[in-house]
């Protein structure tokens, strides 16, 4: 009923920018928090930043002063502005969003995750 389709991952040097736009579609009554987070390999998933329904923004401290979420309400679309970059940002970026929407006559609140898209900042 609802997906999350990330897209603007892809390579960049030490000291580059990168945007990430993460696109919610389907039956969506309301779309609450949503964030960002970020797997590197053998590592666990960790939240990057989030950003509430009101704009209200929370950073990882790893990327405090470097990385921007933001979103357009209208669109249903959160964006991350990533600023420069380090290879330890090298990671599959995942999109999260907390959604409201009608089941069975009932207004219900589900998680959803996109499908990822990696990020690498290598020379």
């Known amino acids: 009923q609802v997906q999350l389709v990330e897209s603007g991952g892809g390579s960049v040097q030490p000291g580059g920018s990168l945007r990430l736009s993460c696109a919610a579609s389907g039956s969506i009554f309301r779309i609450n928090a949503m964030a960002w987070y970020r797997q590197a390999p053998g590592k666990q998933r960790e939240l990057v930043a989030g950003i509430t329904s009101d704009g209200r923004t929370n950073y990882a401290d790893l990327v405090k002063g470097r990385f921007t979420i933001s979103r357009d309400n209208a669109k249903n679309t959160v964006y991350l502005q990533m600023n420069s970059t380090k290879p330890e940002d090298t990671a599959v970026y995942y999109c999260?969003?907390?959604?409201?929407?009608?089941?069975?006559?009932?207004?219900?609140?589900?998680?959803?995750w996109g499908q990822g898209t990696q990020v690498t900042v290598s020379s």
């Open positions: 999260n969003a907390d959604i409201a929407l009608w089941i069975a006559m009932a207004l219900s609140n589900r998680n959803y």
